[in-house]
């Protein structure tokens, strides 16, 4: 079994194959080594000392300080080094192609202004960004998030097949030497992944994945620790053995030589050969007709199920649901952004209520006041646009825990959140509890039902509210 490593990128495990992004360890032990230069998994700092406040910032982005500076720039260097030696030396190095990081370092050098007692020290900064650790100086890493992710080789579909579920994008890639992608974009207009040769290596980018999530783990109170659970090994040993698999087939590609391009004259033709090539040239076409059949089916099952993003999304993708839950049940409900006010939802009744939305989802905390304070700002700025001549409402759809299976959540919006709802008559919506009202409406077409969930979110405005309970279809 070859060796294999991962640095910066966790794989459940004994953690004997880990090591730390922020080191100076080598790999020359290793045979496959799997590289991520993600400093969330680091110790580096922005703040100046242990007691300070507030971290470290330049024109908007992070600025670490001068020691984790210091250890960024040595860092990077080394890592520099040994991978390009590593794959140099005829071995296979995966790259996970994390979001890039834009931050600051301190140079190390500085100036004087004054003299005297007004003299003052300005220290000398630079950009910086993640990727900065790898030796991919050919390569153009653009940021850009996504979810749909199509295989394009061979050599990566059974790894895809594993793990889609736990990959995304975050940068796409651009360069000459890419001549064949090995992932791309829905529409194949971004370059998400490649294998390229290196000298006698191997340099395999892979887009973003992450399988040491929190539901593979299992915490034991007693000895106040957390270990992985036994889905989550299981999950480790097909990601290693789904790694190995493709340095193989790269070294099978190999070590077999290219056909001359003399070889596809007349002269050398086989007969065999060419009714076999017809055969696949015609169940090609036919392949290409079913991959474009299950492309438009994968494109209306990923709107059909977007639903569930209420039960475990944040953000935008979060907002796009509590969009399509209100449309199910009755409102019109839309995103507004006119380049000043920005609102994740301006939602309107039929029977001529007029709200305001914000959305929030928390990995492992209740939803805070936090967003409560920024829904008031919003509710101010929307009553103060000159068409606008009754306040609206306002409505916190949360959804804390958001990778806990919701039968299994315990928290919901902290104390001072729902307080102030109650003050200020803001409706409080789990949206795991709008997920169940609205999939019920959307299978039942229930126009009573409908209505009710309409009527309990009006009356129960300042407290968390619930949705009448769901008839049995």
């Known amino acids: ?53 507030d971290s470290g910032t330049y024109e908007g982005k992070g600025l670490y300080n001068k020691q984790s500076s210091a250890q960024i720039i040595e860092h990077s260097a080394h890592w520099k080094k040994e991978l390009l030696n590593f794959v ?18 301190h140079t190390g050098t500085k100036d004087f202004s004054g003299t005297g007692r007004n003299q003052k020290i300005i220290n000398h900064v630079s950009p910086y960004d993640n990727y ?36 995304k994008y975050d940068v796409y890639i651009e360069g000459d030497k890419i001549s064949s992608p090995t992932f791309t974009s829905k529409n194949k207009d971004r370059f998400l992944g490649a294998n390229l040769k290196v000298k006698n290596g191997f340099l395999v980018l892979i887009p973003s994945l992450n399988i040491s999530i929190q539901d593979f783990t299992t915490y ?58 017809k055969s696949i040239a015609k169940n090609q076409k ?43 049940l009755g409102y019109k409900a839309e995103n507004y952004d006119d380049g000043e006010l920005e609102l994740d939802q301006v939602i309107f009744s039929p029977e001529g209520d007029r709200y305001i939305g914000e959305c929030e989802g928390k990995d492992t905390k209740d939803i805070d006041v936090s967003k409560f304070r920024q829904l008031l700002d919003g509710l101010n700025a929307d009553f103060e646009r000159e068409e606008i001549d009754e306040k609206a409402y306002g409505l916190i759809f949360g959804n804390p825990q958001r990778l806990t299976n919701p039968d299994d959540r ?64």
Not at 424 to 449: H, P, Q, V
């Open 88 to 105: 140099n030396s005829g071995k296979t190095l995966i790259v996970i192609l994390c979001k890039r990081q834009d931050f600051f370092v």
């Open 1 to 53: 079994m070859k060796e294999l490593v991962s640095v910066g990128f966790t794989i459940p495990s004994g953690g004997e194959n880990y090591i730390r992004l922020d080191s100076l360890r080598s790999l020359s032990d290793a045979d496959i080594a799997i590289f991520c230069p993600d400093l969330k998994h680091t110790e580096y700092s922005t703040y100046e000392s242990s007691w300070a406040n």
């Open 220 to 277: 034991d109170k007693e000895n106040d620790e957390s270990y992985w659970t036994d889905e989550a090994v299981k999950t480790g040993k097909i990601f290693i053995n789904s790694i190995v698999a493709i340095d193989k087939a790269l070294r099978k590609e190999k070590s077999k030589t290219p056909q001359p391009k003399w070889l596809s004259a007349k002269d050398f033709k086989l007969q065999e050969a060419e009714k076999t090539k």
């Open 286 to 328: 036919e392949i290409e007709k079913r991959v474009a059949a299950n492309e438009e089916l994968s494109l209306i099952l990923e709107e059909q199920e977007s639903l569930k993003d209420l039960l475990f999304e944040t953000g935008k993708p979060l907002e796009q649901a509590v969009i399509k839950a209100l449309i199910v």
């Open 410 to 473: 315990n928290l919901d919006f902290t104390r001072k959140c729902q307080s102030g709802a109650a003050r200020e008559k803001i409706g409080l919506i789990l949206t795991a509890d709008l997920f169940k009202a609205a999939r019920y409406a959307l299978e039942s077409d229930d126009e009573e039902y409908k209505v009710q969930c309409r009527q309990a979110i009006q009356e129960k405005l300042g407290m968390i509210i619930t949705f009448p309970e769901v008839k049995t279809i």
């Open 132 to 167: 900065k650790f790898l030796p991919l100086d050919f390569l153009k890493i653009t940021p850009s998030s996504g979810r749909v992710i199509k295989p394009n080789a061979a050599i990566v579909n059974d790894f895809y097949k594993n793990f889609k579920d736990f990959m």
